[in-house]
């Protein structure tokens, strides 16, 4: 069940009521007496405690400080993180709503707290016997503050769902949701938010010859989709429409090069890139921003069986480009590779990718953010990194020099899908390239997508990274100075 957060005039007597405050003398007399006001200006100049909670038996106050120190959008993701750790102190009292108020700092700061609070709060527990035990309690979140508009409250919202159900997609194992119901799941999204959607079967991708997408299918006994999800508004700000293409595999076994180890245990999450640009063209419709969107979804799973692709194999991709396969772990560009080509048809303004694409990208920056590289994109590049900023879903930006393509040619084809072990991540992107004709922008989500271990709001499992990154970059997507 998702938080549910609302706008409130004022705070009513006897509610639960968080205090965000950036120093003691700004609380004067919401709620507390003169001499709780003093303990907590001792406490924090003292002993640098920057938390307090005064049970009242009917109900708590909390007062929680802001970080000095910090400005901007670090401040905004100290807010977030705070709301994480007030969710969790919440749900151990067993409070099921509460009150959020700022007092001597920003509407930005409150709405953070409140983002942090809701998106920490969010659990993946429908396999548990017994869910009623294992489900938070808090249900409700109130904003008082003239500052925070309706309009924010509802942006919160939509998000924070667009969020979950990206989640919970991630989440999802892949013995409850093959390529077919990935495409079922993205379907009623779209109804439920006015997207047009189509599922291509496999006859009609045999037809388009994805080569790619089937290629990658043959190991599987469950049949590939490709989702196109459209949301086109009356009078949109672009002329030419933004493309939004995710890797939809469900599982990724790594074919006849088998991952060994633990490798295998995450990969339910590898259709990650998938789940994300379904989820943002979801939040961009529920939201009627005034962007021409489309967003294609090619799905399978990666496994083995008698006639799965293998190493050596070539194969013929929808534009016509023949690929080596070195690697059938290199799975991933190989279904995007046919869907970027797709997208050629549309005339795009820009395309970007997202995939749990390389090893290589989670290595070289972690958890901390995704790695990004693109081709005729720079003012986009730019303004997606101002975004990243802003939502603390930070953008790497990596070079895309024309060296690292000659590392993807074949002797035999006219490429290959792997490359040496060196720059993986960036030799994955130069492979993507070559079904492009447009601005383009790849994103690698490897070491984002999936937390091994709780990270903040951030949370356990799937993370929904990206989605409010994207959000936010299409919003502004209008005021760009670029094509499209």
Not at 426 to 449: C, N, Q, R, W
Request: aromatic share 8%; proline share 4%.
């Amino acid at each position: 069940m998702l938080t549910k957060i609302e706008k409130a005039a004022q705070v009513p007597e006897n509610t639960n009521l968080v205090l965000l405050a950036s120093k003691p003398e700004n609380i004067k007399t919401y709620f507390l007496t003169v001499n709780e006001i003093a303990y907590i200006k001792h406490q924090k100049e003292k002993n640098k405690i920057n938390s307090f909670a005064f049970n009242r038996l009917s109900h708590w106050i909390f007062v929680w400080f802001i970080k000095e120190d910090k400005t901007g959008h670090f401040l905004c993701e100290e807010c977030r993180k705070a709301g994480d750790a007030l969710q969790k102190e919440l749900n151990n009292l067993k409070i099921e709503s509460v009150i959020l108020q700022q007092v001597g700092v920003s509407p930005k700061n409150i709405l953070s707290l409140a983002e942090g609070l809701i998106l920490g709060n969010y659990q993946f527990i429908k396999y548990f016997k017994n869910t009623t035990e294992k489900a938070n309690t808090l249900k409700k979140v109130s904003i008082v503050d003239e500052g925070v508009t309706s309009h924010d409250i509802d942006k919160l919202n939509i998000l924070y769902d667009a969020v979950c159900r990206c989640r919970d997609m991630v989440n999802e194992p892949v013995v409850q949701l093959n390529a077919k119901s990935l495409a079922g799941t993205f379907e009623k999204m779209g109804k439920e938010a006015g997207i047009k959607v189509e599922v291509f079967t496999k006859k009609k991708i045999e037809s388009l010859k994805m080569g790619g997408l089937l290629a990658v299918n043959k190991g599987s006994i469950d049949p590939p989709t490709f989702t196109i999800m459209e949301w086109k508004p009356a009078n949109p700000v672009n002329k030419k429409p933004l493309v939004l293409v995710g890797k939809g595999i469900v599982y990724d076994t790594g074919g006849l090069n088998i991952k060994t180890g633990n490798y295998m245990e995450e990969m339910k999450s590898d259709m990650g890139g998938a789940a994300l640009m379904g989820s943002v063209i979801y939040a961009v419709a529920k939201a009627k921003l005034p962007v021409h969107i489309i967003a294609l979804m090619p799905a399978t799973d990666n496994r083995l069986n008698g006639n799965a692709y293998a190493a050596g194999d070539v194969i013929k991709m929808h534009n016509g480009l023949t690929v080596e396969v070195i690697n059938t772990d290199a799975e991933g560009r190989m279904i995007l590779a046919d869907a970027l080509s797709y997208a050629q048809k549309y005339k795009p303004g820009l395309v970007i990718d997202a995939a749990t694409l390389t090893g290589s990208a989670q290595r070289a920056i972690g958890k901390y953010g995704l790695v990004a590289m693109h081709s005729k994109a720079d003012g986009a590049m730019k303004q997606l990194k101002v975004s990243g900023d802003k939502t603390y879903e930070r953008v790497a930006e990596f070079p895309f020099w024309d060296e690292y393509a000659e590392l993807m040619k074949s002797d035999i084809a006219d490429l290959k899908n792997a490359g040496p072990p060196e720059a993986g991540m960036i030799t994955a992107g130069k492979f993507l390239e070559k079904f492009t004709d447009y601005p383009f922008i790849h994103l690698d989500i490897a070491g984002v997508a999936f937390a091994e271990k709780r990270d903040s709001y951030r949370n356990l499992g799937g993370t929904g990274f990206g989605v409010r990154l994207l959000f936010d970059f299409i919003e502004g997507y209008g005021k760009l100075q670029f094509p499209g």
